[in-house]
C-alpha cells in the first residue's frame, strides 16, 4: 500500500512562489518516477513535471523556466518549486506515483494565485 500526502499549497499573488511537498511511504520509494499533476476546475487533471528515481525531470510546456521538481529519497518526498506564478496555475496539485502497473494519488492541495 502506497500513501501519498501533498502540502504547501494556499494563496498567493501573481508573481508569487510556493513549494509543495509530497511525502511516501509504503513502498521503496527511490525506485519510482514521482509526478506532480494539477486539476482546474472545469478542465482535466494534467500534468505537469515529472522525475525519474535517478532524479532526470521533465515539465510540461507551461511550467518549463518557472517550476522545479526535486526529490529526497532519503525523506521519501518529492517537491515542486514554483515561481513566477500566474491566475492560471490555480489548480488542486496532485503528487502521483505508478507501482506495478496501479496508479496511486494524494489527496491534492489547493493552490490559488490571486490578488
Known amino acids: 500500500q502506497v500513501q501519498l500526502v501533498e502540502s504547501g499549497g494556499g494563496l498567493v499573488q501573481p508573481g508569487g512562489s510556493l513549494r509543495l511537498s509530497c511525502a511516501a511511504s509504503g513502498s521503496v520509494f527511490s525506485m519510482y518516477a514521482m509526478g506532480w499533476y494539477r486539476q482546474a476546475p472545469g478542465k482535466q487533471r494534467e500534468l505537469v513535471a515529472r522525475i525519474t528515481g535517478g532524479g532526470t525531470a521533465n515539465y510540461a510546456d507551461s511550467a518549463k523556466g518557472r517550476f522545479t521538481i526535486s526529490r529526497d529519497n532519503a525523506k521519501s518526498t518529492v517537491y515542486l518549486e514554483m515561481n513566477s506564478l500566474r491566475s492560471e496555475d490555480t489548480a488542486v496539485y496532485y503528487c502521483?506515483?505508478?507501482?506495478?502497473?496501479?496508479?496511486?494519488w494524494g489527496q491534492g492541495t489547493q493552490v490559488t494565485v490571486s490578488s
Open positions: 502521483n506515483v505508478y507501482v506495478s502497473g496501479i496508479a496511486y
